[in-house]
């Protein structure tokens, strides 16, 4: 019989071997080794690829943010395109550009197509040697664009991605807690990585790839299925693994940041989270099953770094159903309980430590208040994880925009 203190063991040497938060943490802060070499004096034409859906008036502060970046205007343009969004989002973008001109273009699908329909739709009225993908909530630092194209000095890499921040982050615990993985996920977890210059994640908060790197998997991106199953979700992870298995490489400019506004309900959180797990749940699949051509291409040692989180949590989540079935719901609650103590103890040390290197790292970033809260965000954590990784595995088909609100009907 698994003893609670074994099962425990077990989990921890299974989070160090997937994530190894200390030595990420150490690499990142006290080596260059994840400093790329970036050339600022050449200046390329950029072409920020923008999808729409439901976002209403709160659009204006993203392209506000975009336009006043640190970037000669004339080497600058917004594409903006709505996927049939069921408020006033066209109406905000025509509003949008009567006040910035010929620097914003937008349009509109005929039909609701999903996101990454949307971008290549917005992709064939740009003129940008560059492009930069970004979701429709985000606020971009005003250098931003400049640190995402100095990173293609190198002609073999691909694309090149940024740190995404939480915008709200003091709105509730759950935004709380989401800084603090955020913080984790971006400023921490993608230093190895990026060191390898393979990255399995390029967020598409903010997402920059070279134009011709673009047309180059476009196909691939449209053509987006799994064991015979349609994909609408997950553009940005399957694009950054495309563009490694095309030969190019990929890397993260920590000095390039935005940030974007995390879900305050536990409804949205949930879809949100949904989404990202069926992306993450699939693309172990999509790598195992390409195995071979992914050694080949990319690396052993990459792939391995890619697959070893996922494969590690679905160990666990193994071991955890096995343990319950053998010792009972008894079990079930002590470890609950146990996950809830220790879970949320490491919420509270990760919420000081992000007070303490966050706005040194990224300027402008807000610090947490009241970080005692963080305690009881261990508890949803550990209550929903589970579930949505089953459910996951039972909605692969699923598509839509996570958290925004349902699609569109399709129009005629």
């Known amino acids: 019989m698994l003893t609670l203190g074994s099962y425990f063991f077990f989990k921890t040497l299974l989070f160090i071997a997937a994530f190894g938060v200390v030595g990420q943490c150490f690499l990142r802060l006290t080596t260059r080794a994840t400093r790329n070499q970036l050339v600022y004096t050449h200046q390329p034409m950029v072409s920020v690829l923008l999808p729409v859906f439901n976002e209403s008036e709160k659009i204006l502060d993203t392209i506000a943010s975009i336009m006043s970046s640190n970037w000669p205007h004339d080497q600058l343009e917004v594409i903006a395109w709505d996927d049939c969004s069921k408020d006033d989002s066209y109406t905000w973008l025509k509003h949008a550009k009567s006040i910035y001109g010929d620097r914003l273009i937008i349009g509109r699908n005929a039909t609701n197509s999903g996101k990454h329909l949307t971008l290549i739709n917005a992709s064939y009225q740009s003129k940008g040697e560059i492009f930069i993908v970004m979701d429709s909530d985000c606020i971009f630092d005003k250098n931003a664009v400049k640190e995402l194209a100095a990173g293609f000095t190198d002609p073999k890499v691909g694309a090149v991605g940024g740190a995404v921040g939480v915008r709200n982050v003091n709105d509730n615990v759950l935004t709380k807690a989401q800084a603090v993985n955020y913080f984790k996920a971006f400023q921490l977890n993608k230093a190895s990585q990026s060191l390898g210059k393979y990255v399995a994640c390029i967020s598409g908060c903010m997402f920059a790839v070279r134009a011709t790197v673009y047309r180059e998997i476009e196909s691939d991106i ?62 172990p699949i999509w790598t195992i099953i390409n195995l071979r051509t992914n050694f080949k291409k990319i690396g052993v040692l990459p792939t391995l770094t890619w697959l070893l989180p996922a494969m590690c949590a679905f160990i666990a989540l193994f071991v955890f159903l096995v343990a319950v079935l053998v010792n009972g719901f008894a079990f079930f609650l002590k470890v609950m309980t146990m996950s809830g103590i220790v879970g949320g103890t490491l919420f509270v040390f990760g919420g000081l430590f992000y007070n303490l290197i966050a706005p040194r790292m990224a300027p402008g970033t ?34 839509g925009w996570g958290t925004r609100t349902e699609v569109a009907p399709q129009q005629q």
């Open 222 to 283: 449209n053509e987006h299925i799994v064991l015979g199953v349609p994909i609408r979700y997950g553009e940005d992870r399957y694009m950054s693994h495309v563009i490694g298995l095309h030969g190019w490489r990929t890397f993260i400019n920590f000095r390039a940041f935005c940030w974007t506004n995390a879900p305050t309900t536990l409804g949205d959180f949930i879809s949100q989270q949904q989404r990202w797990c069926r992306s993450g749940t699939l693309d």
């Open 366 to 399: 807000e610090k947490i208040k009241n970080v005692a809260e963080l305690f009881f965000a261990a508890t949803i954590w550990h209550a929903i994880f589970p579930v949505l990784t089953v459910v996951a595995w039972l909605s692969l088909d699923e598509g």
